[in-house]
């Protein structure tokens, strides 16, 4: 089993950034697949951007591309998501995700992640 806890959403402005963490616990961290993946009201929960276990391989959606950089730092066992130039439509709710299967390449398919956070919600005003 895999505890995953998110932190650091919150209401930010247009333009503005903010670093999500999800810290993880019950297995070793350096074994799994990150990934972080969104959930705006009224719509699918969609992929965000995902990290492979030793990070050689990333991925991101194309909507966040150029904005927001995942990271991992494995000593402390904890996944980010800086996110920057924040605009109004990446309000969501936002979950990170574990994925224990040493894929080689970062996957973008919500099926692939055995594991989830509860979510912590992110705010863009206008």
């Known amino acids: 089993q895999v505890q995953l806890v998110e932190s650091g959403g919150g209401l930010v402005q247009a333009g503005g950034s903010l670093r999500l963490s999800c810290a993880a616990s019950g297995r070793t961290f350096n074994s799994l697949a990150m990934g972080w993946f969104r959930q705006a009201p009224g719509k699918e929960r969609e992929f965000v951007a995902a990290i492979t276990w030793r990070g050689s391989s990333i991925r991101y959606a194309d909507s966040v591309k150029g904005r927001f950089t995942i990271s991992r730092d494995n000593a402390k066992s904890t996944v980010y998501l800086q996110m920057d130039s924040l605009k109004p439509e990446d309000t969501a709710v936002y979950y990170c995700?574990?994925?224990?299967?040493?894929?080689?390449?970062?996957?973008?398919?919500?099926?692939?992640?055995?594991?989830w956070g509860q979510g912590t919600q992110v705010t863009v005003s206008s």
């Open positions: 995700a574990a994925d224990p299967s040493r894929f080689g390449v970062a996957r973008s398919i919500e099926s692939a992640y055995d594991y």
